[in-house]
């Protein structure tokens, strides 16, 4: 078999060529960029190269998550894709209409975005004194205004977020999911494949996790926050956003809500209207405020302090999103090798694969229980999570069990796309970067620059061993996408 990982940039595409019957089989896994600005390479060229190489024939089509940086070439190349024939969709349970969970997952991230998309308004327009005060809360609202770039198509040229954010990624997952023609197969962890079209090939789904518990676990930058209170404090957030960009009384905004929205309003207020002092310029102030008023002392207000609540609800949205990540490992049973392929998923994924087992067939008419220890022992490929980012690789019980000594890593990131962000994104992260240069003496291939320089050869792994790793892994870094093969 044989794996493609295409270079458009920061996003996920990765093409999968099984040669286990007759004849080839066809898997697209993913297919969406945030940009290449390190290769070049377009979304068209690469959806060109995937319908010449499959002679326009996928036998499967796979959508882990919707994420721009996943699913946006589905959309963006939307001609191209219609031309190709496509037997058949996976997607996580996430993405099931009838599912309970899934439809409350879906409310709570549309309500976040409807409250972050007032927030990024009220953070980039501040009215802070502190000069200093509203360079920061403007630098936090670039951030979120970037992580919303995830969930759809922002604004140019200071457009308010809140009237101009078009939602271009979920038409990409809805276009996606129904590209076979019918509904798609809504896969749940635990299951174990075997189609008859992939001969000699078993498909174990790891997640995304029903335990909402681990679905958001995220890692040591999570927000602690349930999803069900911060979709609260969410509806909190755009009510009082809302307020602060209108700039209107206290007194004409509430009256100005429907009754429900005028009872979560009061609620939230901090104080009694009564004590309310309106910010906007009126009579001279009380002489008791004199000091509260002096520009010296501006920054010690905390007018404002409550629009960065916007920033964990932000990460918060994000992280929960790629906990809801596709997760599969697919098994070559003729000796057992094994590819993991996690998306986007987070600490609480991984930990809830070792929750699970699976009855697979043995020999003699037997059944053996599989385990994820055991698949993440055979791992010979692992698509590195979230483009290598900190919080998306399990340690000790992910890529330390990782033991086979042909271990390939392959990580689709633009570095230069990452470190443009605000703030920056470091991807990939240095130590864990460090530790797959270790675990796999150095067949470490990323999609903007592929395999690493001599330069980043950890000390423990010899000139000699770097070498004859690269020597013995059959792998082709082409300028369009760096293809891994296996025999």
């Not at 993913?30 to 959806?47: E, H, P, Q, R």
């Not at 975005?113 to 936090?140: H, P």
């Not at 009237?163 to 809504?186: C, D, I, K, Q, W």
């Not at 629009?307 to 999103?321: G, H």
């Amino acid at each position: 078999m044989r794996v493609r990982m295409y270079r458009q940039g920061l996003g996920d595409c990765f093409l999968l060529t099984f040669g286990t019957g007759p004849t080839p089989v066809h898997m697209l896994i993913d297919c969406g960029t945030l940009g290449a600005t390190t290769t070049g390479v377009s979304m068209s060229d690469v959806v060109q190269n995937i319908a010449d190489e499959t002679g326009g024939h996928l036998h499967l089509l796979v959508a882990t998550h919707e994420h721009k940086d996943h699913v946006s070439g589905f959309l963006t190349e939307q001609k191209r894709f219609d031309a190709l024939d496509v037997d058949q969709v996976w997607v996580a349970w996430t993405e099931d209409p009838k599912d309970e969970q899934a439809i409350a997952l879906r409310k709570y991230a549309n309500d976040v975005i409807a409250s972050l998309r007032f927030a990024v308004d009220a953070l980039e327009s501040s009215q802070a004194l502190d000069a200093r005060e509203r360079t920061a809360l403007a630098g936090l609202g670039a951030g979120v205004r970037e992580l919303l770039g995830f969930y759809g198509d922002l604004p140019a040229g200071g457009t308010p977020l809140a009237a101009g954010f078009a939602e271009t990624v979920h038409a990409a997952m809805s276009y996606a999911t129904m590209r076979a023609g019918r509904l798609p197969n809504f896969l749940l962890p635990g299951q174990v494949l075997e189609p008859a079209w992939l001969p000699g090939v078993r498909v174990y789904v790891l997640g995304p996790p029903r335990s909402k518990a681990a679905m958001q676990t995220l890692g040591a930058h999570g927000s602690p926050d349930l999803y069900a209170m911060s979709a609260e404090h969410g509806a909190d957030l755009a009510l009082s956003a809302r307020f602060f960009t209108s700039e209107a009384p206290l007194v004409a905004f509430r009256d100005a809500l429907e009754i429900g929205e005028r009872q979560r309003f009061e609620r939230g207020l901090p104080f009694d209207p009564r004590f309310r002092i309106e910010w906007a310029a009126g009579p001279p102030r009380a002489r008791s405020l004199a000091s509260y008023d002096d520009p010296a002392s501006a920054w010690r207000r905390i007018d404002c302090d409550w629009l960065t609540a916007a920033t964990d609800l932000a990460l918060q949205l994000d992280n929960v999103t790629n906990n809801t990540s596709l997760v599969l490992a697919i098994e070559l049973i003729a000796d057992g090798r094994v590819l993991l392929l996690p998306a986007d998923a987070q600490l609480g994924s991984w930990l809830s694969w070792h929750d699970l087992t699976w009855d697979v067939a043995g020999p003699g008419g037997t059944v053996r229980k599989v385990t994820a220890a055991d698949l993440l022992r055979r791992v010979v490929l692992y698509k590195v999570g979230h483009h290598a980012s900190h919080n998306a690789t399990a340690r000790g019980r992910g890529l330390e069990l990782m033991q086979r000594d042909d271990l390939v890593a392959l990580i689709p990131v633009d570095r230069a796309v990452a470190l443009g962000k605000s703030p920056p994104w470091q991807m990939p992260a240095g130590p864990l970067y460090r530790r797959l240069l270790e675990k796999t003496r150095g067949r470490v291939l990323r999609s903007d620059v592929g395999w690493p320089d001599d330069a980043d050869r950890p000390p423990s792994v010899s000139k000699a061993e770097w070498d004859q790793a690269r020597r013995s892994a059959d792998i082709t870094v082409d300028p369009l996408f760096i293809e891994w093969r296996l025999q």
